[in-house]
């Protein structure tokens, strides 16, 4: 039934309709292992498990039962469809899904029942467990609509004197850059803080070889001595 709120009758009877067709489905046509026996060795536990079968099998093969009630029981099998009983179920799946989290007595809930093309449905089992099968009742994935504030950082005062740390010495280690903030704010810092500053050292050094590599690119592209010196050997190659 999913993780919604159903309220109302209309609702009530989609539920019966789901519940209907579920219990026929199960009890008919799922196996299910039964546990046969178990017995301990030391720590271990062994367990001896029953063939899978049905519900509906293993009522047939009880001796209790008396052949009247396992007759009727065939007579039902008989009738029984169970591609039909999963469209069944998964019709009313779909009238739950629309009304989910909606309260009784309003107009715009109303939902007329549902019901698949059965050749159609059948169809789609096959190719459905690939995309995976999302229902109308799962839950729904979770979307903010409202911005994720952001948490301020206590380097964001110190960040124009580590850029100037960093530019006069681009080989300070995190841990330099560090033991100096500890010097220049003495408290405040702390080896807890290693992580941040490797991930602003880690930034400004990416940074600085873009803006390096730039410059490079604007120079080879303005300079024809420096194009020049690049085509000779190329084609001095060719």
């Keep these: 039934m999913g993780y919604g709120r159903f309220e109302g009758i209309d609702a009530a009877r989609s539920l019966a309709r789901l519940f ?9 046509f799922q196996p ?20 899978p079968a049905t ?13 009247a009630f396992k007759g009727r029981l065939r007579e039902i099998y008989r009738t029984l469809d169970p591609v039909a009983l999963l469209a069944q ?6 009238e739950l899904g629309k009304r989910v989290d909606q309260r009784a007595g309003k107009s715009a809930m109303t939902v007329a029942p549902v019901q698949s093309d059965l050749a159609a449905f059948a169809g789609g089992l ?12 799962h839950r729904r994935p979770y979307v903010r609509r409202k911005p994720v504030p952001r948490r301020p950082s206590m ?11 960093l530019a006069a010495a681009p080989h300070l280690s995190a ?20 992580r941040t500053v490797q991930r602003l050292v880690k930034s400004w050094r990416s940074k600085a070889a873009r803006q390096l590599i730039g410059s490079a690119e604007i120079t080879l592209s303005t300079d024809p001595r420096s ?3 690049v085509q000779g050997p190329t084609s001095a190659f060719a």
């Design 155 to 165: 380097l964001e005062p110190y960040i124009p004197i580590i850029e100037e740390w």
């Design 32 to 51: 299910s292992f039964k546990l046969k026996e178990k017995h301990r060795e030391g720590a271990k536990m062994i367990k001896h498990y029953l063939p």
């Design 175 to 194: 841990v330099d850059i560090l033991s100096r903030l500890e010097a220049h704010a003495p408290g405040r810092f702390s080896g807890h803080q290693r």
């Design 55 to 67: 519900p509906y099998e293993r009522a047939l093969v009880h001796p209790r039962l008396n052949e």
């Design 20 to 28: 209907a067709a579920a219990r026929l489905h199960i009890n008919f």
């Design 227 to 229: 194009v020049r010196e």
């Design 89 to 94: 179920m998964r019709d009313a799946q779909n």
């Design 126 to 137: 096959g190719d459905g467990w690939k995309q995976g099968e999302q229902r109308s009742i």
